[in-house]
């Protein structure tokens, strides 16, 4: 190879500022209507949250114990592949999760997408977005109200792969006996909700 | 609220397409050089943003999610032609798979800042230059540049040689 061709195989990159650049394409798709979903990474307490929202509301918050790329596939196999990195796109949901954690807020109003919640589950957590800032309910509850009263056992099992942790609070959910029960985020997280709520104690 | 026309569910049907977002990751910084290459600095990045919107306008409809790559570069190819054509002073004059050999609109005046041997690349004749391109940036072997450019892999071969002989002849010159 001379000279020449050594040159014409190594171009200048050109400058171009990729973060600057994948922002201004999530704007545009977005106002195509051509972005079916849109993530950001979100710093919190709990550590970097990765928050989904589509034109319907928000539709996952993914803990950073699950992987990224997981998370990503998971939601573009079963909702949509049009999915882009657009952080302006989830501003109102960070808005209102930092004032959350600053104790400013005690509901939601970003509504919630439900695609990825099916049946029974569905029917549980919607039972269990009813339970207000600051108190508690049980499995056994959450059952009975999704209409299937000896299902706790299922019902743990809904709340435990709840895609949307902290807006729908699967952390009211208690054992009967009064113990913490479980939490997929880790029960360290669960205690920090329930913390910031003044159901536990500092 | 939009309509469920934006988030519609069964368009993929059981197409396994990845996340855009991912191709994106994975495919600017070459599909940019690239485009800097056949478009110039200046209007790479708006090409780009339109290869990219193009793209994911089509995506949902791909019956499947194989060979991605030489897609984007499909599209990424169009638009440059459309933005080589659109900058030319003849309208209608040929864009960057324009025919006659010294006919072709030349992008060079566009960018008077940049002399080099990317502007010299860009004033080679149509052919010539997506066929050095096709080369020397995307590493191509001469019967894949053939299949990209409809032509027999000896006329890519052809083109290539012709391209670096009047790449030498101008940078000597």
Known sequence: MNDLERQLAHPEAGDLDVERFQALLGERA???????IAFAPLDSPLGQLLVFVTPRGVLKIAYDNEATDAALEEVAERVSP???????????????????????RRRFD???????????????????????????????????????????RAAGNALGSNPIPIVVPCHRVLHSGGGLGGYAGGLERKRTLLTIEGVLGD | MRSNETVDRSVSGNVRLPPFQVLVDTHTRELHRYLVVLV???????????????????????????????????????????TVRKA????????????????EPSVQAHEPADDGLWATVRALPAKQRMAVVHRYVLDLDYRQIGERMGTSEEAARQNVRAGLRRLRQEMDG
Do not use: M
């Open chain 2, 40 to 82: 110039g600095p200046d209007a790479a990045e708006d090409c780009l943003q339109e290869t990219f919107v193009s793209a994911l306008r089509a995506y949902p409809r791909l019956r499947h999610g194989e060979n991605l790559r030489a897609w984007l570069y499909t599209i990424a190819h169009r638009k440059a032609t459309d």
């Open chain 2, 88 to 103: 030319t002073r003849h309208p209608l004059g040929p864009g960057l798979e324009g025919l006659a050999p010294g006919r």
């Open chain 1, 110 to 152: 970003v509504p919630v997408d439900w695609s990825l919640i099916r049946g029974f589950a569905q029917g549980v957590l919607r039972a269990t977005a009813k339970v207000p800032f600051g108190e508690t309910t049980t499995y056994q509850q959450v059952a009975e109200a999704a209409g299937s009263p000896r299902a706790s």
């Open chain 1, 30 to 36: 977005a106002a195509a209507g051509l972005l079916d």
């Open chain 1, 82 to 104: 049009r999915i882009l990195n657009a952080p302006r796109r989830t501003d109102e949901l960070r808005r209102e999760l930092d004032e959350y954690f600053a104790g400013a």
